[in-house]
């Protein structure tokens, strides 16, 4: 028996079970990994592991997963055209280039692998983070171009057909988008050791920057809906709609960002005061005190 447009309704019930493959799978892999990783870390070390740390890397996971199920990548196809809509790659894009890395990178996964590698896999590991390639590839203005400038590419140029018409270079901007994300905000609020991370106010000027990027994008796109490329695919209220959502939805999560960066200078730059007084018993006055400013970790 057919169904109303003409499919099978088993065929249709395995291909709605084929398209839950992927996010499952990618939530599978994530957790998996993970809580593996951090049993090993817990059973060597001895040392138990903070529950938001884990409940961070849960729901960085469910994020990503729920970005590439059906709800999201399908989207509500306009009359006519079989291409997502707008506002659902833009949702799309929050979830898996900036929310979903938020909720990732807080969780720590660097210190998790390091705490559960062994000795020689962790001499290694504290070479690479050491390495002049990833102290250039995770400096803050470097991650800001990788994480920003495709956006604007993508919007503002014919990519966007381009990219919605084939499925693998959806697939690969998509990756692109999570690794890009994961990468500026380990920049700028990463919990694991960075060593040569910059000061607190350069990356606080990259974040204001990228930012205030993010949102004039939002608005070139609210202001030339009728006429760019992605006009061809989309209606100019659907556009608008999906600018809309980048503006607000953007601001909402670099505001995230923001609080996670200086909660996180904030509690390192107080480990550092407290070691101070340790080391040096002697009495120092609040102005000398509050002088001593964090250091960048390095791994040994």
């Known amino acids: 028996m057919l ?11 395995e291909a709605a079970a084929t398209e839950w493959l992927l996010p499952a799978a990618a939530f599978a892999v994530l957790t998996g990994g993970y809580f593996v990783l ?32 059906p709800a999201v990548e399908s989207g509500q196809p306009m009359a006519g055209h ?9 949702l799309q894009h929050l979830l898996l280039g900036m929310l979903g890395p938020l909720f990732l990178v807080l969780a720590a996964p660097i210190t998790v692998l390091l705490g559960a590698a062994g000795p020689r896999t962790r001499r290694v590991l504290g070479r690479a983070l050491r390495s002049a ?3 250039v590839l995770g400096h803050p203005v470097t991650a800001a171009v990788l994480h920003i400038a495709p956006l604007f590419l993508l919007y503002l140029t014919p990519l966007y057909p ?4 084939n499925p693998a270079l959806h697939a690969l901007l998509n990756l692109h988008f999570l690794l890009a994300g994961c990468l500026y905000t380990w920049s700028l609020a990463g919990a694991d050791p960075a060593p040569r991370r910059p000061g607190i106010i350069a990356r606080a000027g990259v974040l204001i920057l990228s930012a205030g990027l993010h949102a004039w994008l939002a608005t070139l796109i ?21 600018a809309q959502l980048m503006y607000y939805g953007g601001d909402a999560v670099e505001l995230a960002l923001a609080v996670a960066m200086f ?15 340790r080391v040096r018993p002697v009495s120092v006055s609040k102005k000398e005190k509050f002088d001593v400013f964090p250091s960048q970790v390095h791994l040994r």
């Open 162 to 165: 381009a990219v919605m018409s």
């Open 82 to 90: 079989l291409q997502h809509s707008a506002g659902a790659h833009m």
């Open 38 to 69: 951090l049993l090993r870390r817990n059973l060597v070390l001895q040392r138990s592991w903070s529950p938001w740390r884990g409940l961070s890397w849960l729901m960085g996971a469910l994020l990503i997963a729920t970005a590439l199920s």
């Open 222 to 242: 609210y202001a030339r809906a009728h006429t760019l490329p992605a006009a061809q695919l989309h209606s100019p209220e659907d556009l608008q709609a999906a």
């Open 133 to 135: 390639a990833v102290h």
């Open 263 to 277: 909660a996180g200078w904030y509690r390192h730059r107080q480990r550092r005061v407290r070691r101070a007084d």
């Open 3 to 13: 169904s109303a447009h003409g499919h099978h309704p088993l065929h249709a019930t």
